[in-house]
């Protein structure tokens, strides 16, 4: 057995050195130095621990054995979790990054519970790692990099990070709201038979459901309140040619889905953008997504998983999940008219500004980001 364990730490630390080796030779943007240097303490703390089993196995003291064997299973572990999982992300890297980077800089310097938190970016559809024990790494479409249209959905995926930072506080909301939702579920009489089990069964497959539809809610409210209308603008156009799908699904679909029906979505972010005096804003978003929905010849219908008597109370837990987790709120879009200035502006302002741009000029929109994004850049 010890020989075992001498060969895997050995194999184990040498990995370690070549990993370390890459990493410390990679250049990497100003901004992802945090991230950076994280990954290379994580692996030096790994490092310490194999030199301790190796060491350890030195002395030949058998009973310690199951202890090395452990300890060394669960560093090889870590070491598989941070070479598949974190380290791509800083591998990867390119100078075209830097776009993400500093509004990803911007977003986390907005928030107390992102303050100096490394993050990194990385390839993929929108989605996010949100824990709060390692860097943040987000994952876009490569095209929405290079683009100031998108990286308002980033705000949407931050919303991830803030439920799992106040994770109890928001998992008591949310079981709050379950159990008004179940009390409107629950038949007017219970029968002990075979339809009666259905119905019970059914009830608890809905109120589970709503565990992961809370999230999405409330992160989509996150997006919102961060970005304002460049928001609602990328979240629309993002997912308005989603297919019937976005606007109606089968029952069999909609049990335990971790995300609800994109057009109950839009309910909620219009009735919100009224709130923050978007109101032109929602008008037109309904306006375009009910269009789509004519033409498809589609109504709503989400089988007792939501009904307009459980609006006032999902609204009411999505105030509250803002309150507790406090994120910033998007400067009035107006005050920007005819120009913007990455000097004055910040990057909610330019993002708003830019949706104006791109929807009155569509075919001279590349040319005009492209010398805005230089200009936030610091290329000219």
């Given at each position: 057995m010890k020989s075992i364990l001498l060969q895997s730490n050995l194999d184990l630390l040498r990995?370690?050195?070549?990993?370390?080796?890459?990493?410390?030779?990679?250049?990497?943007?100003?901004?992802?130095?945090?991230?950076?240097?994280?990954?290379?303490?994580?692996?030096?703390?790994?490092?310490?621990?194999?030199?301790?089993?190796i060491n350890w196995l030195k002395l030949g003291?058998?009973?310690?054995?199951?202890?090395?064997?452990?300890?060394?299973?669960?560093?090889?572990?870590?070491?598989?979790?941070?070479?598949?999982?974190?380290?791509?992300?800083?591998?990867?890297?390119?100078?075209?990054?830097?776009?993400?980077?500093?509004?990803?800089?911007?977003?986390?310097?907005?928030?107390?519970?992102?303050?100096?938190?490394?993050?990194?970016?990385?390839?993929?559809?929108?989605?996010?790692?949100?824990?709060?024990?390692?860097?943040?790494?987000?994952?876009?479409?490569?095209?929405?990099?290079?683009?100031?249209?998108?990286?308002?959905?980033?705000?949407?995926?931050f919303g991830h990070f803030l439920y799992v930072y106040h994770k109890k506080e928001m998992d008591d909301l949310v079981k709050e709201f379950q159990e008004k939702l179940e009390n409107y579920l629950e038949p007017a009489f219970q029968q002990n038979d075979q339809q009666s089990q259905k119905e019970r069964e059914k009830i608890r497959i809905i109120v589970e459901t709503w565990y992961e539809w809370a999230q999405e809610l409330f992160c989509d409210a996150v997006g919102l309140q961060i970005g304002g209308l460049s928001y609602l603008k990328a979240f629309s156009y993002h997912l308005r040619m989603s297919g019937r799908g976005a606007f109606t699904q089968k029952e069999t679909d909609l049990e335990r889905s971790s995300h609800p029906v994109i057009w109950l979505r839009i309910k909620f972010l219009a009735s919100r953008a009224r709130d923050l005096n978007l109101k032109k804003e929602a008008n037109e978003l309904e306006e375009q997504w009910n269009l789509i929905a004519n033409v498809l010849g589609v109504s709503p219908d989400y089988f007792g998983y939501y009904s307009e008597q459980y609006f006032d109370d999902i609204k009411q837990m999505l105030d509250d999940m803002l309150t507790e987790t406090a994120p910033t709120s998007f400067q009035n879009h107006d005050n920007i008219v005819e120009s913007v200035d990455p000097n004055k502006h910040n990057i909610v302002q330019i993002m708003n500004f830019a949706w104006g741009r791109y929807e009155s000029s569509i075919v001279d929109y590349p040319a005009w980001e492209s010398n805005l994004i230089s200009e936030i850049l610091g290329d000219n």
């Open positions: 990995a370690i050195e070549i990993s370390k080796e890459l990493l410390i030779k990679k250049n990497v943007l100003p901004e992802a130095e945090s991230y950076k240097t994280w990954l290379l303490d994580s692996l030096q703390n790994i490092k310490v621990l194999i030199d301790q089993n003291y058998t009973p310690i054995f199951p202890e090395i064997l452990n300890r060394t299973q669960k560093q090889s572990r870590n070491y598989k979790f941070i070479i598949s999982k974190l380290m791509p992300s800083i591998y990867r890297q390119r100078e075209d990054d830097l776009l993400c980077l500093k509004v990803l800089n911007w977003l986390h310097q907005q928030h107390p519970q992102s303050l100096g938190k490394p993050f990194a970016i990385s390839d993929g559809g929108f989605a996010i790692y949100p824990s709060t024990h390692i860097p943040v790494i987000y994952f876009l479409p490569i095209s929405s990099q290079h683009s100031l249209l998108f990286l308002s959905l980033f705000f949407h995926e």
